[in-house]
């Protein structure tokens, strides 16, 4: 995209602020999206052009009290210069700009109706936006069958444009037969992960998943579906609370408990019952048909209509009146049985028997299923028909409405068909199917199986498949990480059928078991590895009982139970796998020397078994160990070695962790273009192979040596490229880790104000994870602000209490860090004796550990304490080694050392 195009635009949309009285926070607000990322439009900064809506909200918001003729003059003129933009061919996308996340149903065609609800909701949203208030709460209920779903799912596609943030659906199965009402805990932790949290981030406790959804939501004009509602209990916690949102919620129940605006949904109208009627048919219908009778019957319920429907439909030799003469019989029989919900009961049932013999034992059948969703391989595993057979069945039950397709490709039941079907298959022999789960059950495990494979890798044991059957291919990692994310869900329901075959309980938790290390949630992961391990004893199984205790230590460590973790890692065989989960604990748990024991172990375990894989992962864990207690030329070495066997294994997730170690670690050395390649290769690894952490982990590094080399614009560009994908995962360590380096690159800039706001949302945030090591790391560099804006004592305040910190730990580069500080400090307060021995102590860290920065920064500091007491020899001395340094490392500062000799 050309430059200035990009440009004019951002500069015509700044302009418009001007005469509505408006900040770059209200059209923030206006349109969705951050402060930061109108500041960018505005600067002509992006690169993928800009979604329409957004461009038309924000004229929305900024031309609203001008006068119509210049609304429209301004309209016309900025929407053709955003037209012709968007005809530029050099269009590349931006990977710190993702579209929002739209996980809404799609929108029914045959939608009739509702002219006065879908007017109340877009009446309050536009009343709401006027007023600047919170958008109310929408409770839709009413009996089933009366199209709450369809109804709450289509006003919220009319209302897509007006909240460009989330659009999220999420089904809570409060009145789903066989399955339990979905938690609020675990809804949050849906909801939490498709805004891209995470699991490993996700809270422990309710409040705290509630808390940071409602963080992570604060800042969006978002629009969340909340379907199949037990109760206001329920939903209250998954309110985001934002001022910007719209909530609709679904439930059979009336929620009088909930602070909503109520949408009671009755029948259709006769009219609008006859219409969705003519809809669903799809031909002309002779005149006079009774028509009015046929809706009748289905007592105006959208979904009973639907069935009647699609029968006329299919069946073009059918008559509407021959259709009201079975109608009225099968309501007659079904009220005799005192059938629940007749009205449906009875349409269902035509479309029912209208299904061959071998079509009605495949519908039953799909009922068996424990999941929620279906695809033709699971449905033809479930049926044991062949796959093309089952595709076209279930293609044909979409064509009669028996079945619901929201994405492409996976079918679903209405809870009232699930019902029906459930009591149509009491007929069908225990034999027939318990046969039917078990082919279900040896499918899910053998493609589990496969993908679990390319999760290890090419190198892992093939299992014999146990079933014989269509499986979908699962050619390489990505294929692999779709088919889980897909069948996640089914995969668990039919381990909870599992409870009496603890055999295949144990196996198939086994397949699942990679896929949950990446995913989580631990509390789940935690559940379901107790479980297998307590049926691997049952079965007397060791191999399979240490396999599933070393997955269960694995969540125990990342829920944060480090005590539970290593009490169970003591009990197992000191295999290399085991040694190294042994290993991470007490890393995580400040036993350095005894992790690093313990990684060595299992290093020479896996060298002795020729396991290249396994001594890939104790090199990675061996030098990350090594970065981390500052011994960083060991750490280059090992995880220079890890990365080489990664690239021979092809093992990209492997290698893109060594790559950003690798980086993070050259970093500390002061190895800038050293640093820049490794970062870089694994931010491209990291794109390909979607890991938005170690995406914003190694874009937030990159940033910081961007600053180090002095090139301070382009590191802003980085980090709040990265503090945008890090608020996306809601990862406030990270947020806070960023924010000291975008602090310190405003401080470099002179923008003095940008970089005290960046610094004290930084403390904020570390005061609030509690983690001191990174609070001492910004109010350092706080301290340093201070000094240079003359603000003496609250710099020694802070400078104070991070060395306090650092000497606690202790963290050698810290301490010469906040040394040369305090010796910057006394320098300005004129006790030259003071700053020089703090600079020599500096000094002495930094030759200590191999820090070549902190080293030219002591030197340079102690060469401007010796010049103040008029020691212009050895000032000099210590000013030409510092430059010496910075020239050979790349940094910036080689300037500052100029201007010392100068005056020398």
Known sequence: MAKAERQELGRRLANLRGPAGLQQKDVAAAVGRSVAWVSTVEAGKWKRIIDRNLIELWLDRCLEDRPQAIRDATRTEILALYSALAKISEIVPVPHEPPPVNRLRRDLPTFTGRADELAQVRHAVEQARAAGTVIAVHAVDGKPGVGKTTFANHAARRLLPRFPGAQLFIDLHGHT????????????????????????????????????????????????????????????????????????????????????????????????????????????????????????????????????????????????????????????????????????????????????????????????????????????????????????????????????????????????????????????????????????????????????????????????????????????????????????????????????????????????????????????????????????????????????????????RDHGDYSSAAAILETLPQTPATLLERGTVRMLTGDYTGSAECFRAALSGSEAAGDLRGVAAALLDLGTLYYLVDEYDDAVD???????????????????????????????????????????????????????????????????????????????????????????????????????????????LGRHDDAEAAFSRSVRLYEEIGEDLGKACVLKEFGDLLVATGRLRDARSRLAEARDVYAALPDRLGLSAVDNSLGRLELAVGDTTASAAAHRSALAFARDIGNPLEEAGALLGLAHALAATGDSGSARAAAEQAGTILTRIGAAGVDRVEAVLEKL
């Not at 192979?689 to 990159?702: G, V, Y």
């Open 638 to 748: 090992l995880l220079g070695q890890a990365r080489a066997h990664y690239e021979q294994l092809n093992d990209d997730f492997g290698l893109a962790q060594s790559l950003k170690n690798l980086g993070n670690t050259f970093y500390f050395l002061d190895r800038y273009p050293a640093a820049t390649e490794a970062l870089g290769q694994a931010i491209r690894l990291a794109e390909e192979l979607h890991l938005p952490l170690l995406r914003a982990q190694a874009t937030t590094k990159l940033g910081s040596v961007l600053r180090l080399q002095g090139d301070h614009v382009a590191a802003i560009e980085k980090l709040d490229a990265a503090r945008e994908l890090a608020r996306q995962l809601a990862d406030r360590s990270m947020e806070a880790e960023n924010l000291i380096d975008t602090g310190a690159a405003h401080r470099e």
């Open 177 to 556: 037969r066989d399955h339990q009402a979905l938690s609020s805990f675990d809804a949050l932790a849906e909801l939490l992960n498709a805004v891209g949290v995470p699991a490993k981030l996700v809270p422990a406790t309710l409040d705290g998943r509630s808390s940071l959804w409602r963080q992570r939501m604060a800042d969006q004009r978002a629009l969340l579906v909340l379907d199949n509602a037990a109760d206001a209990d329920q939903v209250k916690p998954l309110l985001p609370g934002s001022p910007q949102s719209l909530v609709l919620v679904t439930s059979r129940r009336r929620l009088v408990d909930l602070d909503a605006t109520t949408i009671a949904l009755d029948v259709l109208s006769p009219e609008e019952s006859v219409a969705l009627l003519r809809k669903v048919v799809e031909r002309d219908l002779p005149t006079g048909s009774p028509l009015n009778e046929v809706v009748q019957l289905c007592g105006h319920l959208p979904m009973a209509i639907a069935l009647a429907g699609a029968k006329l439909r299919n069946r073009r030799a059918l008559t509407v009146e021959e259709l009201v003469r079975q109608l009225r019989e099968k309501r007659q029989r079904l009220s005799v049985l005192k059938v629940r919900n007749q009205e449906v009961a009875a349409a269902f049932s035509l479309s029912y028997e209208t299904l061959d013999a071998s079509d009605q034992q495949f519908f039953r059948t799909l009922s068996l299923h424990p999941g929620l969703d279906i695809d033709g391989y699971a449905a033809a595993a479930l049926s044991g028909d062949e796959l093309k057979a089952s595709i076209r069945r279930l293609e044909s039950l979409l064509h009669d409405n028996l079945v619901d397709e929201y994405v492409y490709g996976r079918f679903e039941l209405h809870d009232l068909i699930r019902d029906f079907l459930h009591e149509l298959g009491q007929g069908d022999t225990a034999r027939d199917r318990e046969a039917a789960l078990n082919r279900l059950f040896d499918y899910y495990q053998d493609v589990a199986d496969a993908s679990d494979r390319h999760l290890v890798g090419a190198s892992a044991p093939v299992g014999a498949p146990v079933f014989p059957g269509a499986k979908p291919p699962i050619e390489d990692r990505r294929a692999a990480i779709a088919w889980f994310a897909a069948d996640r869900a089914n995969i668990i329901a039919c381990l909870d059928e599992l409870a009496e075959q603890a055999s295949r309980l144990v196996r198939l938790t086994a397949a699942l078991s990679r896929h949950l290390r990446g995913t989580g949630p631990w509390d789940l992961a935690i559940r379901l590895q107790q479980r297998a391990l307590n049926a691997a004893r049952e079965l007397g199984d060791t191999s399979a009982a240490e396999r599933a205790a070393l997955e269960l230590a694995n969540a125990q």
